[in-house]
């Protein structure tokens, strides 16, 4: 599979949207979340912030963007746009293989964002294992990033090595104090004892 997940900056790029169905504007308001300029071809739907164009000038609009989504239920209009691309990316929702961009099933625990993508296989499996996912991530691993994240700019400032840095949050990821700390939700607390592990391989007692 010649594929590989990446996440793009959005922030002021162009899309266009063919299709204003259920899927063109689910992917529409995807790419507006993420601080694009969305136009869509079809009719309008209930979306701040996209602009809706008739289904004319289409092969204007593909040049405009950045990135084409072709999301319409019409297979032939779908191909004719998709053909109108040339170097852009392409999204295609109605044959995902087709593009050069797969837009996958993404959620969100906290802060961490997920993706999902079974290769066009099955998409019921992709909602499955979203599930999943999210039963099985706890309160605790969402407050771990909060410490590694706050340890990893303490300790960018005290070691130089960046093996050493990796040691020292391995440690403190798998510490069991302060894992029982995050399962209390005791952030605080969690984060003295990383100080304190920190301080401890500084002096030479954690290697």
Known sequence: MAWTPLY????????FVLGS????????????????????AGPPAELE?????????????????????VASPDRELNDR?????????????DSPLEGDVIVPS???????????????????????LRERIQ?????????????QDRVRRKIREEFDDHRVRRRILYRISE???????????????ALERAYTMIDEFRRGVLR
């Not at 809706?52 to 609009?61: A, I, K, Q, S, T």
């Not at 746009?81 to 929702?93: E, I, M, T």
């Open 106 to 128: 993404t959620f969100m625990v906290g802060d961490v964002s997920i993706s999902i993508f079974t290769g066009t296989r099955s998409p019921l499996m992709a909602r499955y």
């Open 81 to 93: 746009v998709a053909s109108f691309a040339g170097k852009r990316l392409l999204n295609r929702a």
């Open 49 to 69: 912030g996209a602009r809706f164009v008739e289904m004319d000038n289409l092969e204007y609009w593909v040049e405009w963007a950045d990135l084409v989504v």
């Open 21 to 40: 169905g259920e899927v063109g504007i689910r992917r529409a308001r995807r790419f507006l979340e993420a601080g694009a300029e969305v136009v869509v």
């Open 175 to 189: 510490d069991p104090e302060l894992k029982e700390y995050l399962k209390k939700q005791d952030t605080e607390a």
């Open 135 to 147: 039963d099985a991530i706890q309160t605790e691993d969402l407050l771990m990033i909060e410490v």
């Open 8 to 15: 793009m900056d959005m922030d002021g790029k162009r899309v």
